[in-house]
């Protein structure tokens, strides 16, 4: 089993939807949490970097983190055609943990947004 | 520049020869990051610098990778006698230093013939 689990999709949504995004994971020491859009051919854009539980919001992407759970979240509203990309949820740990130095991806959503 | 800068960003290579890719920071960042992505595989971490020392190198998949950073700056990625299963997207990230904000290149696709 994965440390990071994630959905691959492809996830089709209208124009102007509220998209969810989800992760879960067993890594309890997990500490950091973030959320990178991958255009085609490109590297990993970061959207939102969190630490612990919580919301974050930013611009029309808010990140939640249910640690309680394993869980976390990234909602995107008001979706547009240009947020046709694959998500990926990273996340790491304090340094004594010996998870710090390094991100554990999960899998990719692939979103198409479409007219 | 202002971002993380790698080269070359596509490399065609046959079995069997070395490749050196290499990854440029961005300017003040200590800690830099070597990734891997495949179809099957996702992205997977290779191997960590602070500085010039690689305090975590337990991604780094045989002993015919191995990697380098001089100046506290650029680092370079060397694959020696590549085999087919090399081929893969090749990422550099880093960051002002650790446990803080990691930001990609747009990788190095390398394909072994």
């Known amino acids: 089993q994965k440390e990071v689990e994630q959905d691959p999709g492809p996830l089709s949504v209208p124009e102007g939807a509220i998209v969810s995004l989800n992760c879960t994971y067993s890594n309890s020491a997990f500490q950091y949490f973030m959320w990178y859009r991958q255009y085609s051919r490109k590297g990993p854009e970061l959207l939102m970097y969190t630490y612990s539980s919580g919301n974050k919001e930013d611009g029309r992407f808010t990140a939640q983190v249910d640690k309680s759970s394993k869980y976390i979240s990234l909602f995107i509203r008001d979706s547009q055609p240009s947020d046709s990309a694959t998500y990926l949820c990273a996340m790491s740990g304090q340094i004594n943990t010996g998870t710090a130095s390094k991100l554990t991806f999960g899998t990719g959503t692939r979103l198409q947004v479409t007219l | 520049g202002a971002g993380v800068s790698q080269s070359p960003s596509n490399k065609v290579t046959e079995k069997g020869k070395d490749v050196e890719l290499r990854c440029d920071p961005i300017?003040?960042?200590?800690?830099l990051y070597w990734y891997r992505q495949s179809l099957g595989q996702g992205l997977e971490f290779l191997i960590y610098?602070?500085?010039?020392?690689?305090?975590?190198k337990s991604g780094l998949p045989s002993d015919r990778f191995s990697a380098e950073r001089t100046g506290g700056s650029v680092s370079t990625l060397t694959i020696q006698r590549t085999q087919q299963e090399d081929s893969a997207v090749y990422l550099c990230?880093?960051?002002?230093?650790?446990?803080?904000?990691?930001?990609f290149g747009d990788g190095t696709r390398l394909s072994i013939l």
């Open positions: 610098f602070q500085g010039n020392s690689a305090p975590d």
């Open positions: 300017s003040g960042h200590t800690a």
């Open positions: 990230a880093s960051s002002f230093t650790i446990n803080q904000p990691q930001h």
